[in-house]
């Protein structure tokens, strides 16, 4: 009997492997952070080479922690950093360039462009996504235009495409299978969601060769088998899905209406509205959440670009506090935030606003103002800004969510998950595994090789480890929501020149 599932959960700062039981328990984990590569403002990239070694290196370091023999492992399961680009050569799986990273911006202006020529509402219906620089099809074509004799090949069908799930599986099976799974496509912006398929005109307004795309899978399918060389012996690689989409199935939720939030580097919420395309009238997007035995389920989601990223910076940037962990003791020095409002805008606003410009402002400031107001203001930023996601949500919904699942780094912090609870006037509930993106992956790919019967038995196993409970009255939050309001104004105003 084979005793684990690999998860591997290929990151945006770091890659991790993770080693589940039959019960869904975590057996053994090994984690490495990889460089992050700033060329100009607003650029983001990384080496896809060290993505690649850096998790190939923690998947056989999980293994050596228990001793796991290669004829352990009934499956892999791959999720992934999403809209990150890889474009490499067919015949030597060289990158032609770096990594452009799904925070980065350089598209920005050619997204407006798009936006200008009218095209917003045929993207939209096609593809359930608004337009911008975050998803992979501006980047392939940035990539073809400015990397010398670049498009020349891709036009010759010496060029391929992959998110990073494509990149990992045609590393795992030594350039054997070039595919992606429908998660991962749906966030191309060259992926029709309603027919999937990838979409002809799309690739036309983008300027992309099909002959460079992946062959779009299932969830939870068996893709291919490692190559021998890599673990000893040949492990099937059998559950793809980008890490919000995991991570919705990882939270077990799969019934209409059930919402999770992951709190990462940025914060994404995902709701399952089941098995019919409805295109969001409140500035979400509409995403494919999976697909498997041939049933497509479809989700809201919410993408708010900065928020675990925010306490980096308070550490990186201000230097205010030594480590993250620091921030939730720091804040609570404090009883509030003393009238100072925080919007991270770093890379501007995502989900409800899709304002590219806006940029990070703290307002409020005064002679009084310490650190630990930052701090908390910071923190607070974190659980606005899912609000206005959810409201969002409720609105294209039409209905009143009373259940938040959270999962990710951020949810350690009691401090911002009760303040969630309170701003939402809903419980939040933190399961007993918050690795639930990898568990997600863990789970399809167990699926599709009968380590586990079918959902029901997987959903027996997901536990809550802490529920928060509103504790403060709507009204009494109702002063910082209304300056947080005021906040995100000032952060867009200022950016119009």
């Not at 709701?271 to 959440?289: H, P, W, Y």
């Not at 389920?297 to 205010?320: C, H, K, N, T």
């Not at 701003?423 to 009968?450: D, F, W």
Request: aromatic share 10%.
């Amino acid at each position: 009997m084979k005793k684990y599932i690999l998860a591997l959960d290929q990151g945006t700062t770091s890659s991790r492997a993770i080693l589940f039981d039959q019960t869904g328990r975590i057996q053994s984990v090994a984690q490495k952070e990889f460089t992050q590569i700033f060329p100009k403002p607003g650029w983001v990239e990384h080496d896809p080479l060290e993505i690649w070694s850096s998790q190939a290196g923690v998947a056989s370091e999980a293994r050596l922690k228990i001793g796991a023999a290669a004829s352990d492992i009934a499956a892999i399961g791959i999720t992934n950093q999403r809209e990150t680009t890889i474009v490499w050569d067919l015949e030597t799986g060289e990158p032609v360039y770096n990594a452009i990273v799904w925070q980065d911006r350089r598209t920005a202006d050619f997204c407006e462009q798009l936006k200008q020529s009218g095209l917003s509402e045929k993207i939209r219906s096609k593809t359930g996504l608004v337009i911008d620089a975050y998803f992979s099809g501006s980047k392939i074509r940035w990539i073809l235009d400015n990397v010398p004799g670049a498009r020349k090949k891709a036009m010759e069908g010496r060029l391929v495409f992959g998110t990073v799930d494509s990149w990992l599986i045609w590393k795992f099976t030594r350039g054997v299978v070039h595919a992606t799974d429908i998660t991962n496509a749906s966030r191309t912006m060259l992926f029709n969601i309603r027919e999937q398929k990838w979409d002809e005109e799309l690739l036309q307004i983008f300027d992309i060769p099909k002959t460079m795309l992946p062959k779009v899978r299932e969830s939870s399918e068996i893709y291919g088998e490692t190559d021998s060389s890599i673990f000893s012996e040949k492990i099937p690689i059998a559950g793809v899905a980008g890490d919000q989409h995991a991570a919705l199935f990882g939270q077990m939720c799969l019934e209409k209406g059930m919402v999770k939030n992951t709190y990462g580097t940025g914060c994404f919420m995902l709701m399952n509205i089941g098995d019919q395309f409805v295109e969001s009238k409140n500035n979400l997007l509409t995403t494919v959440a999976w697909k498997i035995n041939g049933t497509v389920q479809y989700a809201f989601e919410g993408s708010i670009f900065i928020a675990g990223a925010v306490v980096q910076w308070l550490r990186d940037g201000l230097g205010i506090i030594r480590s993250s962990s620091e921030i939730e003791a720091l804040a609570m020095k404090v009883e509030n935030t003393n009238g100072v409002s925080f919007v991270p805008a770093f890379a501007g606003l995502g989900a409800p606003y899709w304002n590219p410009d806006a940029r990070g402002t703290i307002v409020g400031i005064s002679r009084g103002t310490q650190a630990a107001h930052i701090a908390r203001a910071a923190v607070e930023s974190i659980a606005y800004q899912t609000m206005d996601v959810l409201k969002a949500m409720e609105a294209d919904a039409g209905i009143s969510i009373k259940e938040l699942r959270v999962d990710g780094g951020a949810t350690a912090n009691n401090l911002l998950m009760q303040f969630q609870a309170d701003l939402l006037n809903c419980k939040v509930i933190r399961p007993q595994i918050t690795e639930t993106t990898a568990l997600g992956a863990a789970y399809l790919a167990g699926l599709a090789v009968g380590f586990w019967k079918d959902t029901a038995e997987i959903a027996r196993w997901w536990t809550s480890e802490k529920e928060f409970l509103p504790s403060i009255s709507s009204v009494a939050m109702q002063a910082g929501i209304d300056a947080w309001k005021q906040a995100v104004y000032t952060a867009q105003v200022w950016s119009k020149k």
